[in-house]
DNA sequence: ATCGGATGGTCGGTCAGCCGACAGATCGGG
DNA sequence: CCCGATCTGTCGGCTGACCGACCATCCGAT
């Protein structure tokens, strides 16, 4: 991947829409290139580290963890979403860890440079700032989400969203082909493995989707999202 | 209160901390002042605005509500702290409420003299940047308390940290004459007010504080913590 | 001083969701 | 293509926390 392709890359993402080339040409000279295995940790809670990262390629998951062994899962990205501005942002320790759950492709740029372009190219301060206020409103709704929904709710808002962004339509129907173990999914909605296996087995007899081994199809999108509506 | 005294206040604020005088004067000079009865609404949820508030004076409370009349406490805020950053920062429709808790007087910068600020002089990106940084690190914090912590956790954890902020040593307790009801408490820990009297009852009776009347009257921080980390 | 609405304290009944356990299905690396 | 490891599906017991109900107390306004 050269610089070129970098600041292609980076004009597509949220973050640096609508970028003077000049500005983008600045970043994605100083932009490194680093690719993941399945199942590699980018970075670690509690991590130094100060760099922001654009997906290139792959599927990301971002996850918190508690002392005695639970996880929760705060967000899946894929291309060409962004993550770790946090600690890029002010360089502060990781406040959560990144997973590569598909091989991965990203694009990383370092603190200085970041603060750097926010100095000299003040769109780039609007796009960081845009970009944490969208973070800062996600996570306020899953905050608000725990405390008004019930699992099945939770559960219901977090396919339907998932079905979005990721579903492949099939006729009528969107097919969901998620790299996601129904563990990984329990740990979306702060659920248990079996309650969300529970549910899904009653949403099926509903007929508002189909399990189909790792496939999800939603067959009625529509009563998904009433579902997790609050 | 004059631009002169917003200055001071503004330089106080944990968003405007080491601005250069030129920056602060800018702001302080298009700010607006505000103030707000006991239990007045300041902005509710869903409201086009786009003005962010830093206290001069008083008690805030940030929350959200369900559509069946549930209410979560987000934060509790007073002087220097400021609030209304997301609507400020992306120009979206307010994402929470905020009401005054007590007499409030604020400090008001609309979206167009925050953007100009940002565009004329870095350091005020730098601020917002950290700003929403810390708003969004305390949020992702709530989330994950929310499902790795029990109700008594979450309580404990919520006493501890506004006996820091807001209590008054008094020999070796901490006086918290909060102006919070126990239902508002319990909006904070997103539970019932029952349940929260109880855990308040049963942290009484193993020592860790004294419940007198509105006052609670912190005698075992340590334990408190302790029963509050994850 | 008095009154009414708000707040605090307490009790059981009820239930959503957790947890351990286990069998069968499926996946993916060698 | 094979085999161990991981993942799915399901059961039943257990319990943290909600909820309605009720009374006592407090506080601010008249």
């Not at 002392?67 to 979403?81: I, Q, W, Y």
């Not at 206020?133 to 396919?159: H, M, N």
């Not at 339907?160 to 173990?181: H, S, W, Y």
């Not at 009653?202 to 509506?229: K, N, P, Q, S, Y």
Request: charged letters at 25%.
């Amino acid at each position: 991947m050269t610089p070129a392709d970098s600041a292609g890359l980076l004009a597509n993402s949220a973050l640096f829409v609508e970028l003077a080339p000049t500005a983008l040409e600045f970043l994605a000279q100083r932009a490194t290139r680093l690719s993941y295995d399945r199942g590699r940790t980018i970075f670690r809670q509690g991590d130094a580290g100060d760099s922001l990262f654009v997906i290139a390629e792959g599927f990301v998951k971002i996850w918190v963890s508690s002392s005695d062994g639970g996880e929760m899962v705060l967000a899946t990205l894929r291309s060409p979403d962004a993550f770790g501005e946090l600690s890029a942002v002010d360089g502060r320790p990781r406040s959560a860890s990144a997973t590569a759950v598909e091989p991965t492709m990203l694009v990383a740029l370092d603190r200085a440079t970041l603060l750097d372009g926010v100095h000299r190219h003040p769109d780039v301060a609007d796009g960081m700032l845009r970009a944490l206020g969208g973070l800062a409103r996600r996570i306020t709704e899953q905050t608000s989400d725990l405390v008004f929904l019930d699992l099945a709710g939770r559960l219901a808002k977090t396919l339907a969203t998932l079905a979005e962004r990721d579903g492949r339509p099939d006729g009528d129907a969107i097919v969901l082909a998620l790299p996601l173990t129904q563990t990984e999914l329990a740990e979306m909605v702060g659920g248990s493995r079996q309650s969300v296996n529970q549910v899904l087995k009653t949403f099926e007899a509903r007929g508002f989707l189909e399990v189909r081994g790792r496939e999800v199809v939603i067959t009625d999108l529509e009563a998904l999202v009433r579902r997790g509506a609050r």
